[in-house]
């Protein structure tokens, strides 16, 4: 049911991709919004010049404190993704009852269609693309909005009941929901990720589940068996729940014979297709393929179109891409590698003796892990950013010394293209997110595909 926000002030903060987005929705819907970017470091007309054209001049923008009386006007509080839901604004906004919706609820109370909504700590981005591209060989018009780079909000207004969207759907966006309904989702894993903004894996795993929100045994949620969080959250799932494994023979879902991806139903197991009849590499992708097999099932497509496209599917940009090989050595960009577990599934993605590039902006979480999967494919770790000593205290207590620290990005490439031996792998697989030194995790991994296609052949 649409909200009714017309001539109504409603107050955006932050003016990224998620903040733009909204403000799109509201002056299309006839509300008044209010853009608050409280980084003091823009301008006023930065933001403006950030705002479509038809929006720059009926949106008001605040920069850096709300007044009271201000807020005193506002009867909706829209906040981006990465603003905290208990930083000292948002609670002064609490405290005065007003409401706070996510650009995902936002966008979900003007949006028509089905719905599915992936989250899960890896994975998502990959999963929700495969989704979408056998969504759009079935369907009519199909949006793939969300965590992706593409804001829910703009598209709203153009879905009807024919369209259905694939959201990839992170836990901050999660954080503020309410009437938001999936038809099918998924929780692909939960491991330790952004414990500086959840704080504990209890309020982390509860934003993950709230994707369920809403759903009842007539939807479908599709859940990591291997996975002790999905695991135990499918005896209290709402809907109904689907499982795969990598590890595990499953009576019921997806699971992993040998190379071969199976499907059961009551114990009648039914081979779907050989592991290397696709382009992808490494587990991580075989349980991403799994968990889209079981969306689009759940979403009426057939088997067989599900697999056509599956086979013709390439790698996501930034997610175990490989790039080039020069003089003999193959260099691969995971910059989307940004938790220790994500980083994992790229060693393991890894068949030659690998040069690695980590760290980064500190999130909180610890690497052990991370070192012990090093094993013998790990020859050299070359370590940049705010973690750079955190994670060599942790790599020199699990006995791993081969590392060496370097001041900058380009230092790091250079070094780790002298170091390098034809026959070795050069991975940018971080274990942390990019904030110290770039924008995002795209804008490091664009660097350096730039660097390695410069390489002489």
């Known amino acids: 049911m649409k909200a009714d926000l017309k001539g109504k002030k409603v107050l955006v903060i932050g003016s990224g991709l998620s903040g733009v987005g909204s403000v799109r929705l509201l002056n299309q819907v006839g509300a008044k919004p209010v853009v608050l970017e409280e980084n003091t470091k823009v301008t006023e007309e930065d933001i403006r010049n950030k705002l479509h054209e038809e929006d720059r001049d009926s949106t008001k923008i605040i920069v850096g404190t709300i007044s009271d009386e201000e807020l005193s006007d506002i009867v909706l509080t829209v906040p981006s993704p990465a603003v905290p839901l208990d930083s000292p604004t948002v609670m002064r906004i609490k405290e005065k009852n007003i409401p706070i919706w996510s650009e995902i609820e936002l966008a979900y109370s003007f949006s028509k269609g089905k719905f599915v909504a992936i989250t899960g700590t890896n994975g998502k981005t990959t999963t929700t693309t495969l989704v979408g591209d056998i969504m759009k060989a079935h369907f009519g018009k199909v949006y793939v909005v969300g965590n992706i780079g593409v804001s829910f909000a703009e598209s709203a207004l153009e879905m009807t009941d024919d369209t259905v969207t694939v959201g990839e759907i992170s836990s901050f966006q999660l954080e503020a929901v309410d009437n938001f309904h999936a038809n099918v989702s998924a929780i692909l894993n939960v491991t330790p990720d952004h414990l500086n903004r959840h704080h504990t894996m209890e309020c982390y795993a509860a934003m993950k589940e709230n994707v369920t929100h809403n759903e009842t045994k007539e939807d479908t949620c599709v859940l990591n068996y291997d996975n002790e969080y999905t695991r135990d959250f499918g005896s209290r799932c709402p809907a109904k729940v689907v499982f795969f494994?990598?590890?595990?023979?499953?009576?019921?879902?997806?699971?992993?014979?040998?190379?071969?991806?199976?499907?059961?139903?009551?114990?009648?197991?039914?081979?779907?297709?050989?592991?290397?009849?696709?382009?992808?590499?490494?587990?991580?992708?075989?349980?991403?393929?799994?968990?889209?097999?079981?969306?689009?099932?759940?979403?009426?497509?057939?088997?067989?179109?599900?697999?056509?496209?599956?086979?013709?599917?390439?790698?996501?940009?930034?997610?175990?891409?490989?790039?080039?090989?020069?003089?003999?050595?193959?260099?691969?960009?995971?910059?989307?590698?940004?938790?220790?577990?994500?980083?994992?599934?790229?060693?393991?993605?890894?068949?030659?003796?690998?040069?690695?590039?980590?760290?980064?902006?500190?999130?909180?979480?610890?690497?052990?892990?991370?070192?012990?999967?090093?094993?013998?494919?790990?020859?050299?770790?070359?370590?940049?950013?705010?973690?750079?000593?955190?994670?060599?205290?942790?790599?020199?207590?699990?006995?791993?010394?081969?590392?060496?620290?370097?001041?900058?990005?380009?230092?790091?490439?250079?070094?780790?293209?002298?170091?390098?031996?034809p026959g070795d792998a050069v991975l940018l697989s971080p274990a942390c997110a990019s904030w110290d030194m770039f924008p995002n995790y795209e804008t490091r991994g664009k660097r350096f595909k730039e660097y390695v296609n410069k390489l002489a052949d």
């Not at 075989?286 to 889209?292: D, G, I, L, P, T």
């Not at 086979?311 to 989307?336: C, L, M, P, Q, W």
């Not at 070359?382 to 790599?395: D, F, M, N, W, Y």
């Open 245 to 421: 494994s990598t590890k595990e023979k499953l009576t019921d879902g997806f699971y992993l014979e040998g190379e071969d991806i199976m499907m059961s139903n009551a114990g009648n197991p039914m081979k779907i297709m050989n592991i290397h009849d696709m382009n992808l590499v490494g587990m991580c992708n075989v349980e991403n393929v799994m968990a889209a097999i079981a969306v689009s099932l759940a979403m009426g497509v057939p088997l067989s179109e599900i697999l056509e496209v599956i086979r013709g599917f390439k790698a996501v940009e930034h997610r175990i891409e490989f790039v080039a090989t020069k003089g003999g050595v193959d260099y691969y960009n995971d910059s989307k590698g940004t938790n220790p577990d994500a980083a994992i599934q790229g060693i393991k993605a890894m068949s030659k003796p690998t040069i690695l590039i980590g760290g980064g902006y500190d999130k909180g979480n610890e690497y052990d892990e991370w070192i012990e999967n090093f094993g013998d494919t790990v020859k050299l770790l070359v370590l940049i950013g705010q973690t750079r000593e955190k994670i060599a205290e942790c790599a020199e207590k699990h006995g791993f010394t081969n590392y060496v620290f370097k001041d900058t990005y380009e230092e790091a490439l250079t070094f780790c293209t002298e170091s390098a031996q």
